[in-house]
């Protein structure tokens, strides 16, 4: 139960943020997109250092000087993950004209949805792996830091449930179908969670692999989109006080509940 609470944590955040889009009408201020995206990706840099690279560099000591390979490795898979997701699924980003990925018929508000999609299928891949270290009694994991990244990543999913249900809704679709929407881009992170934690069970050895590739996945969407969408246009600094406050946010959690 435990684990299963862990998992959909993350879930729960995208759902409640997609809710807002049956109070709020329009689309969202500019400024306060930018500090959104922002404050996502500072949460998202903070879990990836504390929640899964150095448990990672931890859970590899025994190997000496060559204790950087997993860490490093599984990062850089991370990375490479990512960018090959990028290439072959469609999708637009916010505030966007043009689709990235291949060229397809599908409707706008998929294609964002589908963009989400992507930015959360490494929080869920971390959720998984986080909570696999802790089902195999590795020591570099607690219960309270498992639990501290899975509400970090739900507090950063609160404003990106509505920044995809909010478009949704002032294109023409009505509140129940934009919610639907926000909230079914959430979908993917128990799901990869729960793979992940499947796979982790049956090659216990590869945790410090899986940790770093998580953080290597989340760090690719951090510099890929959430920076420089959060930066586009006027006002720049907004987006790095959001940044500053998601990153300071996470490391008290962290000390906190770790």
Not at 84 to 94: A, F, G, N, S, V
Not at 133 to 161: H, Y
Not at 218 to 247: D, R
């Amino acid at each position: 139960m435990t684990v299963f609470w862990g998992l959909i944590t993350p879930f729960i955040g995208t759902t409640l943020g997609a809710a807002c889009v049956f109070f709020i009408k329009g689309e969202l201020k500019p400024l306060i997109q930018k500090g959104l995206l922002g404050f996502a990706a500072g949460v998202m840099v903070a879990a990836s250092v504390w929640s899964l690279l150095i448990p990672a560099m931890e859970m590899s000591e025994d190997m000496g000087r060559m204790a950087f390979i997993p860490p490093v490795a599984g990062f850089l898979l991370g990375i490479a993950f990512l960018l090959l997701l990028d290439r072959i699924i469609p999708h637009l980003h916010i505030g966007c004209e043009e689709s990235e990925g291949p060229k397809c018929s599908l409707k706008r508000s998929t294609m964002l949805v589908l963009a989400v999609v992507m930015h959360n299928i490494p929080e869920g891949i971390s959720s998984g792996a986080v909570f696999a270290g802790l089902a195999t009694d590795n020591a570099s994991v607690t219960l309270a830091g498992a639990f501290a990244l899975s509400l970090g990543i739900a507090l950063q999913n609160l404003p990106e449930g509505f920044i995809v249900a909010l478009p949704i809704r002032a294109e023409g679709s009505g509140r129940g179908k934009a919610f639907f929407y926000g909230a079914l881009s959430g979908v993917v992170e128990p799901v990869a969670g729960g793979i992940t934690l499947l796979l982790a069970s049956y090659i216990a050895p590869a945790l410090p692999y899986l940790l770093a590739f998580a953080a290597g996945a989340m760090i690719y969407v951090v510099v890929e989109e959430l920076v420089p969408e959060s930066a586009q246009g006027s006002h720049s600094n907004i987006g790095t006080i959001g940044f500053a406050l998601g990153f300071a946010l996470m490391m008290i959690l962290d000390v906190a509940l770790g």
